[in-house]
């Protein structure tokens, strides 16, 4: 799934890693705008580790890397549905949780989440949702994904090029889960599809907030966290849960195996669970931070965005994407392709 | 002399082994392997990747392409002969247009597609202005469509075209052209029966090297056309990314690009002459 493609370009390779001179040196590898402007520099500063620090754009381009077993990176942040397929495949270090002692500061969602209830292999980061952004100046507000199927925001409407997203939106619509891999399920998703494609002016993933900001779009489908960025620039664009459910993920941090630098790692991650440190973090990315502590720690204005942050009620209509088996991937692209196609 | 002529040839073919050759064949191996369930690729061989080419949804994407790329190189080829021809005969100018035509290349072609997009959007400048103006009053709907696609290819590779077709005019014998008068041929005869079949060599060169360019782009038609459509491009790319699909992306890769080169063989074989 790409997230933030436009950036893809800019993306930083990743050399092998190495220790230069005596300074130990830790390798992360991170989504864009998921540190704070001197969380990497204060850590640097209180132990002596030197960080290496670059950022991908999609799980996609990330797994590529470290597939090969010796890419030179320690930590990553792989999506919440990538921990099981990236452990099946033995790119994933076992945490030792005794060295991760700040873990109990998550928040009680991410204490035993599903796709890792043990938290043996992952600490979840920062997490978000798929839902509506839209323009409040319009009447009728768009309050479920079928709104995105009626012709009241004919050419106005955009969703996200993204299969999972708009496939994972009709099977909403449908009352399905999202994470169906059913071929009648992905089927029926696809007629739905196929349905709202003449009503979209585009599909579209980060470059559709300058435009909604604008005032080109009246409503889109899109992250929680582009969103939030949208609204900042443009306090008139309110972003939705819709009714019928969402799509929820976590970006979680993991050690990899190749890593010789276990320790220094485990490190890492638990300053990064330090409630003030993951609280300067998102004071300034405007991201949702998993650190239950941290954000409690928050000014009202930043923890109680509605945006970042649904309510328990609002959380309970979401759904945490799950791994894709082969099959119903090869599957579902097709289907993505004839719909382009049409 | 053969020794230096191998020592001069060396690092050039070093390069083209190391860089070109050796991605390729890997990719070649690629094709005929099993796709990963998570990307990459595993055993066991199969040609299931080159089969899946014929799937008359795949050659549809396959023919969108060619038309696209079809039309936007004929328009390159209408805009580019005349301003060829401009300037190769402005004399003592021609450095200072040349310059012009390449400037667009100092600037990367992705943030000239984005000022595209800034062109062309609903509260863009052209719709803006247009609207201000009285003209219309909605906003015409100019991005997102095949209409923004062919303008971002045009503009992007008409320069391709420009450059040989003018090194290809101002070669050409003044005489020639003289002659054509002096035998009683009014302007527009001389450059339908003289100038254009003497270019004929440029213009070849000119159209394929933006016809190819075309016929692969994806950056332009996703950003252009706002993913409403797919072409060959954008396909292969998904396979690499969402689709985890690398055995198929490497064999409509490799695919795509064998077509090209029986095209380009044929067209050699009837043309008679080598093409740039």
Redesign the interface.
């Known amino acids: 799934?790409?997230r933030r493609r436009t950036l893809f370009?800019l993306g930083l390779s990743g050399l092998a890693g190495c220790t230069r001179g005596n300074t130990p040196r830790l390798n992360v590898f991170n989504w864009s705008n998921y540190v704070g402007d001197d969380t990497l520099a204060r850590f640097e500063a209180r132990t002596g580790i030197k960080v290496r620090y670059a950022i991908y754009e999609?799980n996609?381009?990330m797994?590529?890397r470290v597939?090969t077993g010796n890419s030179g990176w320690d930590v990553v942040f792989p999506s919440n549905y990538?921990i099981e397929?990236?452990r099946e495949?033995g790119l994933l270090a076992r945490l030792d949780r005794a060295r991760l002692t700040n873990l109990a500061n998550l928040d009680a969602l991410f204490q035993r989440p599903a796709w890792d209830p043990a938290l043996a292999w992952c600490v979840p980061y920062m997490w978000g949702s798929s839902g509506i952004l839209y323009d409040t100046r319009l009447a009728d507000a768009p309050r479920a994904w079928a709104d995105l199927w009626t012709p009241r925001f004919q050419?106005r409407v955009?969703m996200l090029?993204?299969?999972?997203e708009v496939f994972g939106a009709a099977l909403k619509k449908l009352g399905l889960s999202l994470n169906s891999t059913g071929e009648a399920e992905l089927r029926r998703a696809q007629g739905e599809a196929m349905k709202q494609?003449p009503l979209?002016?585009?599909?579209?993933n980060a470059?559709v907030r300058d435009?909604i900001v604008?005032?080109?779009i009246a409503a889109c489908q899109l992250w929680a966290t582009t969103a939030q960025q949208a609204i900042d620039a443009a306090p008139h664009l309110q972003y939705a849960y819709p009714r019928e459910g969402f799509a929820l993920y976590a970006d979680c941090a993991v050690v990899l195996r190749e890593s010789r630098r276990a320790g220094l790692a485990h490190e890492f991650l638990n300053y990064l669970l330090e409630p003030e440190v993951a609280a300067g973090i998102v004071r300034v990315s405007r991201t949702a931070t998993a650190n239950g502590v941290a954000r409690r720690m928050l000014p009202a204005e930043v923890s109680g965005l509605r945006a970042l942050y649904p309510d328990a009620e609002t959380l309970e209509r979401g759904e945490w994407f799950q791994?894709l088996?082969?099959a119903a991937?090869?599957l579902r692209?097709?289907l993505?392709?004839?719909l382009?196609?049409a | 002399m053969k020794r230096l002529r191998l020592i001069f040839l060396t690092p050039a073919a070093a390069l083209l082994a190391g860089l070109f050759v050796a991605p390729l064949a890997i990719l070649a191996v690629y094709t005929v392997l099993t796709?990963g369930?998570?990307?990459?690729v595993s055993a066991p061989f199969t040609v299931e990747n080159w089969m899946r080419l014929a799937d008359p949804?795949?050659l549809?994407?396959v023919w969108?392409s060619f038309v696209v790329a079809g039309v936007s190189t004929a328009i390159c080829v209408v805009l580019g002969f005349p301003l060829a021809l401009f300037i190769a005969r402005s004399g003592a100018r021609k450095n200072l247009y040349l310059a012009l035509v390449m400037l667009p290349f100092w600037t990367s072609f992705?943030v000239r597609t984005y000022a595209w997009?800034f062109l062309l959007?609903?509260?863009g400048l052209i719709n803006t202005m247009l609207l201000a103006m009285g003209v219309i009053s909605e906003p015409l709907?100019l991005?997102?469509n095949w209409g923004a696609v062919i303008v971002g290819l045009v503009y992007g590779y008409l320069p391709f075209l420009v450059l040989p077709l003018f090194a290809t005019l101002e070669r050409m014998d003044p005489a020639l052209v003289e002659a054509s008068a002096d035998l009683g041929a009014g302007p527009w005869q001389t450059v339908w029966r003289v100038i254009l079949p003497l270019s004929a060599p440029g213009l070849r060169a000119g159209a394929i090297l933006v016809f190819i360019p075309c016929l692969g782009a994806y950056l332009t038609p996703d950003?252009l056309?706002?993913?409403?459509?797919?072409l060959i491009g954008?396909?292969i790319q998904?396979?690499?990314?969402?689709?985890?699909?690398w055995p198929f992306g490497s064999a409509v890769a490799l695919g795509l690009m064998g077509l090209v080169m029986v095209l380009l063989w044929l067209h050699a074989r009837r043309g008679g002459e080598p093409l740039v």
């Open positions: 799934m790409t370009f999609s996609e381009e797994l590529a597939m990538f397929p990236m495949m050419g955009t090029d993204d299969p999972a494609k979209l002016r585009a599909y579209l470059e435009q604008a005032g080109d791994a088996p082969a991937q090869l692209d097709r993505w392709t004839e382009k196609s | 796709r369930a998570y990307g990459g949804l795949y549809a994407i969108r992705l997009m959007r609903d509260t709907p991005l997102y950003l056309g706002g993913g409403k459509t797919i954008t396909l998904n396979q690499f990314t969402s689709a985890r699909d």
